[in-house]
């Protein structure tokens, strides 16, 4: 299975279809955003092991809702700031787990065009999609969210 490290610092994933958990294991990665139209086989049901968030949408001239785009990259940034190991994936890991995971760089403090030449760099063939590139090269760098309060 490829996995595409598209940060330096190894925390977060862009990939295709999950054929193999045990490679995500390797990886270190807790945390998967599953946009794709189905449920991934086998997910592991281990207790405080994975957090796995399944937000199906199409990769269409369209944009899926942006509230709920910009909720979840919210979540894998925070997640991501706090050194978990997140992966974005879609069925061929080109177009909409791009699209997360840039939205999520901008939550990095990353501009939306550095986003899109960082995901092209690290995963060939990113963002085909001209309407998903051209959303996220528009998106300024968003403020770091505020750490959460430990209860």
Known sequence: MD????????????????????????????????LDDDLDVGIPCMPN????????FEDKPTLPDPARLHALAQLGANLIGKGHRVLTHCG??????ALLAG???????????????RLRERRPGALYNK?????????EAAAPAPPTATV
Do not use: C, E, K
């Open 92 to 97: 061929m890991g080109h177009n909409r787990s």
């Open 49 to 56: 092991q994975l957090i796995y968030l399944f937000f199906p």
């Open 131 to 139: 309407v998903f590139a051209a959303y996220l090269a528009q998106l």
């Open 103 to 117: 939205i999520m760089l901008t939550y990095l403090g990353w501009s939306g065009a550095d986003a899109v030449t």
């Open 3 to 34: 996995v595409f490290q598209i940060d330096d610092h190894g925390l977060l994933f862009i990939s295709p279809d999950i054929d193999s958990w045990q490679s995500l294991a390797d990886h270190g990665i807790s945390v998967v955003f599953d």
